[in-house]
C-alpha cells in the first residue's frame, strides 16, 4: 500500500502517480474531499489527517492499512508549509506552527513508520533552504536542517534492514507552496522531483539526493561563502 500524507501536495501527488499502477493508494489530508486521481491504482482510500495532531499519527497508519486491506510498503511524507517569514519573525505562534508541521511532525511520522513498517520505502522532503539557512527564510530554513540531520541518523539505522529511507533534497519547486515567488537558480517543477524520487525507489536505492544533481555543487560553494555576503542573500 501506498500512504501519501500531505494528500494535496504537488509533489506528492505526482510522486504517488508515478508509483501508484496496481497499488491500493491511501491519501491522508487535511482537506480529503480535494484529492486528484491516481490513474491505474488498485483502490484509492482517503483518511482526514492534519499533522499538528501529533497524538493521531499512529492511529492514521492502522486506519489507513486497514482501509487498504495491507500493510504500508511506501510513505510519502509530502506534508509541508512555507510559511511567512516576515510574521514569522514577531509571531512566536506562526514561528512555531512551521516548526510543528515541517520538523516535530515529520519527525513523529517518520518515527512511528521507523517502528511500524517492516519492509519498503519511506520517503521524505529536506530542502537547499536546510543546507545553509538564511536571513531571509531561516524558520523554514532552520526546520529542514533539522529534519535533514534526523533524516541521517535514521536512514543509518535502518541500513540493511530491507526497510529504506529516501531524502530528497530538492532546490526552488515551482508550484503552489511558490506561488508568486521569482523562480532561483536551477528551479525545477514537482514533476522532475517526482520523477528522481520514483526512479531511486525503482531502483531501491535508498540515500540523500539532490535534485536537480547538479545542485550539489551549488551546495558545496555556498557553504564557502562568507558571512557578511551570505548575509544578504535573498530567498
Ligand atoms: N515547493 C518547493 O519549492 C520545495 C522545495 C524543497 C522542498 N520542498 C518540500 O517538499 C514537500 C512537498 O512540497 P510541495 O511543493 O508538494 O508543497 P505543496 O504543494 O504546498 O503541498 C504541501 C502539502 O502539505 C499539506 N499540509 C500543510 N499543513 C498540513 C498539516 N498541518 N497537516 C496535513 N497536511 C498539511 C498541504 O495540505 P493543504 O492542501 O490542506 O494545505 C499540502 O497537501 C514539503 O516538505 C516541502 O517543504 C518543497
Not at 504537488?10 to 491522508?28: K, N, P, S, Y
Not at 514533476?191 to 526512479?199: I, K, L, R, Y
Not at 536537480?212 to 542573500?233: F, G
Request: aromatic share 6%; charged share 20%; net charge neutral.
Amino acid at each position: 500500500m501506498i500512504l501519501l500524507l500531505g494528500g494535496t501536495s504537488d509533489i506528492g501527488v505526482e510522486l504517488t502517480r508515478r508509483l501508484c499502477a496496481g497499488q491500493h493508494v491511501v491519501v491522508c489530508a487535511r482537506r480529503p474531499e480535494n484529492i486528484g486521481d491516481f490513474p491505474g491504482a488498485a483502490s484509492v482510500s482517503t483518511l482526514a489527517f492534519d499533522a499538528t495532531d501529533l497524538h493521531t499519527h499512529r492511529n492514521v497508519i492502522d486506519e489507513a492499512e486497514r482501509l487498504a486491506g495491507e500493510k504500508t510498503t511506501t510513505a510519502i511524507l509530502a506534508f509541508g508549509v512555507l510559511g511567512d517569514q516576515h510574521r514569522a519573525e514577531t509571531d512566536e505562534t506562526h514561528a512555531a506552527h512551521i516548526a510543528t508541521v515541517d520538523y516535530t511532525a515529520q519527525i513523529s511520522m517518520l518515527t512511528v513508520l521507523a517502528d511500524h513498517m517492516d519492509h519498503g520505502h519511506i520517503v521524505a522532503f529536506s530542502s537547499i533552504a536546510g543546507w545553509r539557512p538564511r536571513r531571509a527564510n531561516y524558520v523554514y530554513g532552520s526546520t529542514k536542517a533539522g529534519l535533514d540531520a534526523f533524516c541521517q541518523g535514521l536512514a543509518d539505522r535502518l541500513h540493511g534492514t530491507g526497510l529504506g529511507l529516501y531524502l530528497a533534497r530538492p532546490g526552488f519547486v515551482i508550484g503552489s507552496m511558490t506561488e508568486g515567488m521569482t523562480p532561483a537558480i536551477m528551479s525545477v517543477r514537482p514533476h522532475d522531483v517526482a520523477e528522481a524520487v520514483a526512479d531511486r525507489i525503482r531502483a531501491n536505492q535508498p540515500g540523500t539526493f539532490w535534485i536537480p544533481k547538479k545542485l550539489a555543487l551549488l551546495a558545496a560553494v555556498m557553504k564557502l561563502v562568507p558571512r557578511p555576503i551570505w548575509r544578504h542573500m535573498p530567498r
